[in-house]
């Protein structure tokens, strides 16, 4: 075999490393403990090499050991069971809890060891002791909102160095836990006194391994190699890159920046995205508490030798922490900057309450507001930080009252009371657990150590990794990592996802547990970058890179990859937003990550039976089969979150009301439905549950609907349905009262709830007697009952269809409704027009998933049991249950959740990894940036009456092209003589006749209109028009010779939430634009508005909110007899104009309502028709009907505010007009739009585009 330069005693400049290095490992374990001791404690400068004859970094590690040469880089293959001298340990016989003690390793062993490593030191530093720009605090970048630096996206972290770690390794490595201690009897702590080793030889004692224990092992020094790499991999993803001591508030689960890279480029909104917060905006203070899954304070453990002996730091209600402030990552109000928004929260604090209420709220982060006294639940439901002092600390993020505890029980002030030798005697680590952090400390304990970081990490990985062993599995560490050095080190992850899971979870073996190993990714990558390119372990000649794996796009790697992105899930898709909390959106209480990944293991691994399976990968179909299954994923997602999610609620909830009135009978069936006499098709009609009209039952009220998260209101009543005809009453949310035994119908005509016990349940809210009937023989108590295999056969969903929320663990809420999908969805085929679920699946897939007609046909499949739109009947040539409704409820919340997820959440298409990205880059995909998937529904925040939506029917589809109108065809669209031409979002009126918009069916939203070419437009009370998000386009524009008249209905501009990236858009969108199209007199248009309509600019949450009426250009004349007119509401007061008038306008005001400045400019008139006095910019008074006007009016360029007197109105006094030579403020200032790099969509293909340019140049 070839070896590489050697590795010999010349290499080192001191002699009396020649005498150490001299001696072979064999021969230093050998050497007497007199000599080993003195060489402890004699010994403390760092161990240097002759530069001239160092290896070069890519080449193996050689070492020369009494004249016989050992290549590190050499596979030596694993011993047969009968050659036990140089064999790894085996497997422990089986014990309840065993601890495997390592002894101490002698200094000569360790600096060997150590000088591997010195000769990689630059490549190591540039690897290991590096921290993201955005956290680094040594970086030169002022801010993070300004870390453009891509060529290096690292800087060397400031809190952890390689020579601090050598130095805490050494000590660990050489002295033990115990080196250096105190005892109360032996060697009492005073602060004249040093510690000692004379524990250093005691059973107890406990070392970090560098292959002590069998030093004469040909793998010797890749043992000891590979285990500091599996520490420092794990270091590196904790705490190093984000030079951090302390955890954050909302930390990151899944990979951070570019999966699987160093140096994500992150800033400002792509930081918090990226960020364990609700909509990666609001941050529970309560994730002190814990966060990854785990509550810190609530752990308990006990020693190896003594059950009884709890090792567990005391529960302490009035403790008072504080975290130290991050320079970087926390916001600091006494460094903000003017104009820095959306930033991470303050550091962790614990303090007692000061009364029962004391609720620890929560940080907004794009507000830059701690909201205090609110019960703001985290993931875990903590609305408290009462004794929630246990966050991570130190390289490795030691956390909970076990980890500290045992570190106290160890290494602290609990060892030397009981008498054991203690390292830091006077440190109490459960009183005082940020003294680990602590270069500034001294108010804990008077004494700062700085080596702690290391130090308590070191000892953490020695305590739970080192000595892992689990008799059931037979996994134990020392045995594993020897079987992985001997058997060559394939590049299979499967060892350091053992440690992983090991460090973070507690326990060996992936599906040990349903806790995220937080970092995965990223400790993989940096392991493997390690031990395969920094030392070559492998032996590549000439340091070849290693090959890009490309995944199997198996089961195993669909669940991997959804662990990698819990913080977006958890925080994007498993939020609700119900009354409670003033509708801030918080983690759901009712649906949680883990008890998700549970059920879809159950749902797509096992399956239930009869060739059931939840789809989620195909791993014959490779890449398109994972991205076909995510996209099913995030469909039924997207409507669990509009049917149960938002809602926070198991059981179905009242959403149908009249008047403001819910019905009781609402358990009956809502939609239009009747939930117990849904039968299913003739050749399934044995399956349908059986109607008990005695049945009694009451839905469970949901946990966020009851205080201290609701307060001042009260909740809706629960579903129930017991025995009588007799009326049942309502509920009036106008007064919160109920109205027992008064006739108020649902939809249906139901005033009683006799048998109506089969109210919607679950993920996806399963209703009818068919479901429930479906779901007890597949997987219920009948399919018991015949002998088939049953996932729980003590449940009769007939008679107990409340069982579906009764469990605790939540993951049957999920199975149940991930069983209505596979059987309603997943299976679906229409026979008469050759429609089936998974072939348009695939279809979308591979057309790159764009357009929303999918969309809508899945979502109606749920709600209505067939693909087809409400418009029309469903076919009875379907296989499956059509539901007696034609309205899609809620399709466009279905249609922009799927959105937010696939786009935001999933990043996708996910694209596989190519020689541009790290080794181990599962997914490949950019991680985008994502704020917020606030509930569209909620748009805009200020809502002077309820949505029309609310009150009248639902049209959540745009209007059907009409037929014969092809849009795939290029040249000019034919013009209808009655219908509109709708182009993707832009329906245009120009066939010059008059068009009325007065109800639910007649109404847009997610569309904007253009009248144009002498056709009017009427909007009358019922009517709605609601532009799409993120678009320049106002909701309504009017153009050549055009009329508006508005008599009542709503009008909203774009909402302008980046989150939802349906354009490039950052600022609210207008919603009426009144123009002249060609700038002639024969050209104005003409618009007329009166009590009973509202106008609203679209809401910007972080940038400049839209104005709500446009009038433009010569001639274009506006009367405005009344309404309401409301800008739209901006980020940092940038709000929207209620009216802007310029290029000639005319704004005639005889009423109304104005929430918002006006702007008059070049040459444009506005008139306020009234008594009113003008003060510099403002204009106030009142019109005829006694409605006053109180606003500021800004004219410039010509611009002119006439104030004029009307005759049937008397004023006090004449109108008056100071003088107006004072400065104008100028116009709103304009916000950079981003540019996201998202391909804009186009519904109908580049020549659609084309022919809507052309025609758009026509109109103006």
């Known amino acids: 075999m070839a070896h590489s330069r050697l590795f010999t005693a010349s290499t080192f400049i001191s002699c009396s490393y020649l005498l150490l290095v001299s001696v072979s490992l064999a021969d230093a374990a050998a050497a007497s403990s007199s000599t080993a001791t003195t060489a402890r404690g004699g ?751 003590d449940i009769d969903f007939c008679t107990n269809p409340g069982a579906i929320c009764d469990d605790d663990s939540m993951e049957t809420r999920y199975v149940v409704g991930m069983f209505e999908w596979i059987d309603r969805v997943q299976g679906y085929y229409d026979s008469n027009l050759d429609w089936s679920y998974l072939d348009e699946l695939y279809k979308f897939v591979d057309n790159g998933m764009d357009g929303d007609v999918f969309i809508d046909s899945v979502s109606s499949i749920i709600v209505r049991g067939c693909h087809l739109s409400h418009n029309y009947p469903c076919s009875k040539s379907t296989s499956h249950l059509s539901l007696d409704t034609d309205r899609l409820l809620y399709g466009l919340e279905r249609r922009m959740n799927f959105k937010n997820i696939i786009k935001l959440v999933f990043a996708m298409p996910i694209v596989a990894p190519t020689d541009d990205r790290a080794p181990g880059n599962d997914n490949g995909s950019v991680t985008s940036q994502i704020q917020t998937t606030r509930r569209p529904t909620f748009r805009p925040t200020f809502k002077p009456t309820p949505y029309p939506f609310m009150n009248v029917g639902d049209p959540t589809m745009s209007p059907l092209v009409s037929p014969g109108i092809s849009l795939s065809k290029p040249g000019d669209p034919p013009e209808p003589t009655s219908s509109p031409v709708e182009w993707s979002d832009i329906t245009i009126y120009r066939d010059g006749k008059i068009h009325v918009i007065n109800n639910g069916a007649t109404s847009f939203r997610d569309e904007s209109i253009v009248v144009t070419k002498n056709t009017t437009l009427k909007l009358d009370q019922g009517g709605f028009i609601e532009a799409p998000l993120n678009t320049d386009w106002p909701a309504i524009r009017i153009s050549i010779s055009s009329r508006f008249i508005g008599r009542g209905g709503h009008v909203n501009g774009s909402y302008a939430n980046t989150s939802f990236l349906e354009g490039d858009y950052e600022n609210g969108g207008e919603a009426i634009h009144v123009n002249n199209g060609q700038s002639s007199p024969e050209t104005a248009s003409y618009a007329e508005f009166y009590d009973g309509i509202r106008v609203m600019g679209g809401d910007a949450p972080a940038g400049v909110g839209g104005n709500a009426l446009h009038v433009n250009g010569f001639g274009t004349t506006v009367v405005i007899q009344g309404g309401t007119f409301r800008g739209g509401k901006g980020s940092n007061d940038d709000d929207g104009l209620s009216i802007h008038v310029l290029n000639s306008a005319n704004v005639h005001v005889r009423g109304g309502t104005f929430l918002g400045d006006m702007k008059v400019e070049r040459y444009g008139q506005v008139r306020f028709y009234g008594c009113f006095r003008k003060d510099g910019t403002k204009v106030t008074g009142v019109f005829a009907d006694d409605s006053e006007l109180d606003i500021t009016v800004r004219a410039y360029l010509g611009g002119e505010v006439v104030l004029i007197p009307i005759s049937e109105q008397e004023c006090e006094t004449a109108p008056s007009v100071s003088p107006t030579n004072f400065p104008t403020l100028s116009s709103q200032p304009s916000v950079p739009q981003p540019n996201y790099g998202y391909k804009t969509r186009v519904s109908y293909g580049l020549i659609l585009v084309a022919s809507v340019l052309v025609s758009m140049h026509e109109m103006w």
């Not at 340990?89 to 495997?100: C, I, Q, T, Y």
């Not at 720009?133 to 993070?144: R, V």
């Not at 937003?577 to 959106?585: Q, S, T, V, W």
């Not at 926070?648 to 939930?675: F, P």
Request: charge should be negative; glycine fraction near 8%; proline fraction near 6%.
């Open 43 to 793: 010994l403390d400068r760092e161990h240097h090499h002759d530069s001239a004859s160092s290896q070069r970094d890519d080449e193996p590690v050689t070492i020369q050991i009494n004249n016989k040469h050992d290549n590190i880089a050499a596979e030596s293959p694993p011993k047969k069971k009968d050659e036990s001298d140089e064999s790894p340990n085996p497997p422990l016989p089986k014990s309840k809890r065993r601890r495997r003690r390592t002894e101490v390793a002698p200094l000569n062993v360790f600096l060997l060891v150590k000088d591997q490593f010195d000769r990689r030191r630059g490549s190591i530093e540039e690897l290991v002791f590096q921290s993201f720009n955005a956290f680094s605090t040594t970086s030169s970048l002022d801010d993070i909102s300004n870390n453009s630096n891509a060529n290096k996206k690292t800087s060397p972290s400031r809190m952890y160095t390689y020579t601090a770690f050598f130095e805490s390794l050494r000590t660990i490595a050489v002295d033990g836990i115990l080196g250096n201690s105190y005892n109360l009897f032996t060697n009492p702590f005073n602060t004249n006194n040093a510690g000692d080793n004379s524990y250093v030889e005691d059973e107890s004692n406990m070392a970090f391994y560098m292959s002590q224990d069998n030093p004469s092992n040909v793998n010797a020094v890749k043992y000891a190699i590979v285990n500091i790499c599996a520490f420092l991999a794990s270091a590196m993803a904790e705490a190093i890159q984000f030079d951090a001591c302390e955890e954050f508030n909302g930390m990151v689960s899944g990979t951070f920046g570019s999966a699987g890279s160093r140096g994500g480029n992150v800033s400002g909104k792509g930081l918090l995205s990226e960020l364990g917060g609700v909509n990666g905006r609001y941050f529970p203070m309560s994730n002190a508490c814990g966060q990854f899954g785990q509550l810190y304070q609530q752990e308990e453990c006990s020693s190896a030798e003594n059950d009884d002996d709890d090792m567990s730091c005391p529960f302490d209600p009035n403790m008072e922490v504080t975290a130290e402030l991050h320079p970087k990552y926390n916001y600091d109000p006494s460094k903000d900057k003017d104009g820095i928004r959306h930033r991470p929260p303050p550091p962790f604090t614990c303090v007692p309450k000061d009364f029962p209420e004391d609720y620890s709220g929560y940080w907004d982060g794009y507000d830059l507001e701690f909201v205090r006294r609110v019960a703001y639940p985290s993931a875990l439901g903590e609305i408290s930080v009462e004794g929630c002092c246990w966050w991570g600390r130190g390289a490795l993020m030691t956390r909970g009252t076990c980890g500290l505890g045992r570190v106290n029980h160890f290494l602290g002030k609990r060892a030397y009371d009981n008498g054991r030798p203690s390292r830091y005697p006077n440190v109490d680590f459960c009183k005082s657990p940020s003294v680990i952090c602590g270069d500034t400390n001294l108010q804990y304990s008077g004494v700062a150590y700085p080596e702690l970081k290391f130090v308590v990490a070191l000892f953490d990985w020695v305590d739970r990794v080192q000595s892992y062993s689990n008799a059931n599995s037979e996994w134990e560490y020392l045995p594993q990592l020897k079987q992985f050095v001997d058997g060559g080190m394939e590049e299979d992850s499967q060892f350091i996802d053992d440690v992983s899971s090991i460090l973070t979870r507690g326990c060996d073996g992936y599906y040990c547990s349903e806790r995220t190993i937080h970092f995965l990714e990223e400790r993989r990558t940096n392991f493997e970058a390690l031990i395969y390119d920094v030392f070559n372990l492998k032996g590549r000649p000439d340091a070849l890179p290693r090959p890009i794996t490309q995944p199997r796009y198996d089961f195993e790697h669909a669940m991997g990859w959804l662990h990698s992105k819990r913080s977006k899930i958890e925080g994007n898709v498993f939020v609700s937003e119900n009354n409670a909390l003033d509708g801030i959106p918080y983690f759901s209480q009712a649906y949680k990550f883990e008890p998700f990944l549970s059920a879809l293991r159950t749902a797509s691994h096992y399956g239930f039976g009869n060739q059931r399976y939840f789809f989620i990968s195909d791993k014959n179909k490779g890449l398109r089969g994972f991205n076909a299954g995510l996209v099913n994923l995030a469909f039924f997602l997207a409507n669990a979150m509009t049917e149960s999610i938002i809602n926070d609620s198991c059981d179905e909830v009242h959403w149908e009301k009249n008047d403001g009135k819910y019905a009781i009978a609402n358990s009956c069936g809502q939609n239009g439905r009747e939930y117990s006499g849904e039968v299913c098709p003739r050749w399934e009609s044995f399956i349908t549950c059986n109607v008990d009209i005695k049945a009694e039952m009451q839905a469970d009220v949901p946990g966020t609907a009851i205080p201290p998260f609701l307060i001042d209101m009260q909740p809706l009543p629960p579903f129930q349905c017991r025995a009588g005809t007799n009326p049942v009453g309502y509920w009036d949310a106008a007064t919160d009262t109920l109205h027992e035994n008064e006739a108020l119908n649902n939809t249906n005509g139901r005033t009683d709830v006799e048998g109506c016990c089969f109210w919607g349940r679950g993920a996806l809210l399963t209703r009818g007697t068919c479901n429930y009937g479906k779901l007890n023989f597949y997987i219920g108590a009948q399919a018991a009952a015949q002998g088939r295999s049953s996932m729980y056969p």
